[in-house]
């Protein structure tokens, strides 16, 4: 494809970096953005190389810096798809000059910045809070692409496949679909593999069972769950803003 639109157009004298593509997968959690990563990379017979933050971040002056281009080498070395997950801590927006370690977190910034035009290959960048990017990342992206929760048909869909042998559940698909609405794929992947362990407990496998009432209540269960870190997270922005 690109050799066709490269004889067409002659992208190479607009786009002078032909084999850099850098996609960003934003949505909520659970909806399938580091597996689409993943399956990118399967498609690309190449390995999947996830940048590990805990590795890259450094209270040292000069050593995050350094770590990001660390990254970005061995990514290199690898032939690997570069995989950014949750990408907020390094590619936000810069800092404002005066604030506190600013020109750290800047020049931190511009590195990543100078390294991502000089990779010859594929990254991949996950957000939740897709506006807190820096908008010299947005004119580097290709792509921008919305992972949205399931729908009703989707969600039923999910539970028949998480739940894969229909022999032993005596469940109604529709209406978990109802139930679990507002739920991620994820959440719904930890519904079922609860519920099969839940259903999996008398010492004779042969009664093993997956119930309607079995998946209900951990629907229910995920659902308060999600509820009160919700409250949480929004008791704890309100005590900071007090406190400021």
Same mark, same amino acid.
């Given at each position: ?84 997950? !949750? =990408? %907020? ?8 000059? $005066?604030? #506190?370690?600013?020109?750290?977190? &800047? ?62 559940? !005596? =469940? %109604? ?8 609405? $507002?739920? #991620?794929?994820?959440?719904?992947? &930890? ?54």
């Amino acid at each position: 494809m690109r050799e066709h639109l490269e004889a067409v157009w002659n992208l190479c004298a607009i786009q002078p970096q032909q084999g850099r593509c850098i996609l960003n997968f934003y949505g909520p959690p659970g909806t399938g953005k580091t597996r689409a990563a993943l399956g990118i990379a399967l498609r690309l017979g190449k390995p999947l190389y996830q940048v590990d933050y805990s590795a890259v971040i450094s209270k040292y002056l000069g050593d995050t810096a350094k770590h990001i281009k660390a990254v970005f080498q061995a990514a290199r070395e690898q032939d690997a798809v570069l995989f950014f997950d !949750e =990408a %907020d801590s390094l590619l936000s927006k810069r800092v404002a000059t $005066g604030e #506190s370690c600013s020109t750290s977190i &800047n020049q931190n910034r511009n590195t990543l910045m100078q390294e991502l035009d000089r990779l010859d290959g594929v990254v991949i960048v996950t957000t939740n809070l897709f506006e807190n990017y820096d908008p010299a990342l947005l004119r580097r992206i290709q792509r921008h692409i919305h992972f949205r929760l399931p729908d009703a048909s989707m969600r039923r869909e999910l539970f028949a496949l998480h739940l894969p042998n229909p022999e032993r559940v !005596e =469940a %109604d698909y529709a209406v978990l679909a109802e139930l679990s609405r $507002g739920l #991620s794929g994820g959440d719904i992947l &930890n519904i079922c593999v609860n519920t099969i362990h839940a259903g999996s407990v008398d010492a004779d496998p042969a009664k093993w069972r997956v119930t309607q009432a079995m998946v209900e209540r951990e629907i229910a269960r995920v659902k308060r769950t999600k509820a009160e870190h919700s409250g949480l997270k929004e008791r704890a922005k309100r005590q900071i803003g007090f406190c400021v």
